[in-house]
Nanobody, 126 residues
């Protein structure tokens, strides 16, 4: 099992930026990819971005393209999500997850993630 702890959420004005962090520990050898998802109140969990541990391939959901960037620190086992040009529509709880696959198609699906963090709230005010 991989333990994940997110941090960096908060309240920001529209147009602002936030950087989320996700620290992985435990059986990280089983983790092939790390992903960020978000869930707004009353909505399904939505894919935001993912990155593979081995080659650093990056994948983004439509709402993240051009505004968000996912990066990783292999030594610290931390994955970051830099979010720019935030809008109230980005308000949600953001979760990071660990997947045992690095398939581009699979890592866009929340069901492919075996381990999740507790989530961090991001609120964007207008």
């Amino acid at each position: 099992q991989v333990q994940l702890v997110e941090s960096g959420g908060g309240v920001v004005q529209a147009g602002g930026s936030l950087r989320l962090s996700c620290a992985a520990s435990g059986r990280t050898v089983s983790s092939a990819s790390m992903g960020w998802f978000r869930q707004a109140q009353g909505k399904e969990r939505e894919f935001v971005a993912a990155i593979t541990w081995d080659r650093g391939f990056r994948f983004y959901g439509d709402t993240a393209k051009g505004r968000f960037a996912i990066t990783k620190d292999d030594t610290k086992k931390i994955v970051y999500l830099q979010m720019n040009s935030l809008s109230p529509e980005d308000t949600a709880v953001y979760f990071c997850g660990s997947a045992t696959t690095s398939s581009e198609r699979a890592i866009r699906l929340a069901t492919k993630y075996a381990d999740w963090g507790q989530g961090t709230q991001v609120t964007v005010s207008s």
